[in-house]
């Protein structure tokens, strides 16, 4: 099956720079849209940044110019790099890849909205 995991958060002052990454696995042929997502303590789940298979990418508007969505479909992996970084970014930052198409037993089959288990990043000095 599909399988996300992320890496790359940690503890890290106000201004400072994180990149995380986040790498699919699984006998994937294509991945239409991968998007980062945070969650913070009593905190709706929001969208921070995607991208689509073309490099296509929107942000949200608090971290418009700070952070950068990329990704190698090579690897299957997403990276955001986050900088200029505030204390209301500290969150636990998800992975999230929809449409994605996977060789399942007999054939080619297409998933919907993979979750990976989260990283936390804290701003704090």
């Known amino acids: 099956q599909v399988q996300l995991v992320e890496s790359g958060g940690g503890l890290v002052q106000p201004g400072g720079s994180l990149r995380l990454s986040c790498a699919a696995s699984?006998?994937?042929?294509?991945?239409?849209?991968m998007a980062w997502y945070r969650q913070a303590p009593g905190v709706q789940r929001e969208l921070v940044a995607g991208i689509t298979s073309s490099g296509s990418t929107n942000y949200a508007d608090p971290v418009k110019g700070r952070f950068a969505n990329s990704r190698d479909n090579r690897k299957n992996t997403v990276y955001l790099q986050m900088g200029s970084l505030k204390p209301e970014d500290t969150a636990v930052y998800y992975c999230?890849?929809?449409?994605?198409?996977?060789?399942?037993?007999?054939?080619?089959?297409?998933?919907?909205?993979?979750w990976g288990q989260g990283t936390q990043v804290t701003v704090s000095s």
């Open positions: 699984g006998s994937i042929r294509s991945i239409n849209t």
């Open positions: 999230n890849a929809d449409r994605v198409t996977y060789y399942r037993g007999l054939g080619w089959a297409t998933g919907y909205d993979y």
